[in-house]
């Protein structure tokens, strides 16, 4: 396995994600454990996409516990159906947030945070995990990321 994560620079997001995808999967598929692979993923779409802050919030009893991730230091705790973490948690649902300050519950790890998208990690109808991806640019995540990120995390999933 290649520990090396390679796209063409300056192709558009859909490719990016098209080209890191097979990527992501090779990565994941030689390694049995969670963790390891929860890591990778975070620092691979951190590396290509330099996302301000990429990570996973663990499902553990009634609470999201902060697993793997990249970027500044971040709030460990997130209740069900608390903050944009806990509400696609709730729903089942990706939640894509173009201006955190519209977004009535909205958790602030950072104040540097303007946008973000949410996407549950589901297994046997389960929400077992949540991936969390914040922007400093408002606006930043679209149906694009929502489909590509759903696929990561289905991959996660198996
Ligand atoms: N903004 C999230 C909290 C997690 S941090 O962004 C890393 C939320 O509202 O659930």
Redesign the pocket.
Known sequence: MSEQIIVNPGVGKEETYQELLPQIRSLIDGESDLVANLANVAAALKEVFGFF?V?F?LVRGSELVLGP?Q?PV??TR?GFG??????AWREKRTIVVPD?DK?P??????SR?RS?I?VPLIRRDEVWAVL?I?SETLDHFDDRDAFFLHQVCALLSR
Request: charged letters at 15%; a negative charge; hydrophobic letters at 35%.
């Open positions: 802050w990570g919030y991730f970027g971040a709030c997130i608390r903050g944009v973490c806990g509400t955190v977004f519950g909205h958790i602030a790890c950072s945070s973000e949410v969390d914040d």
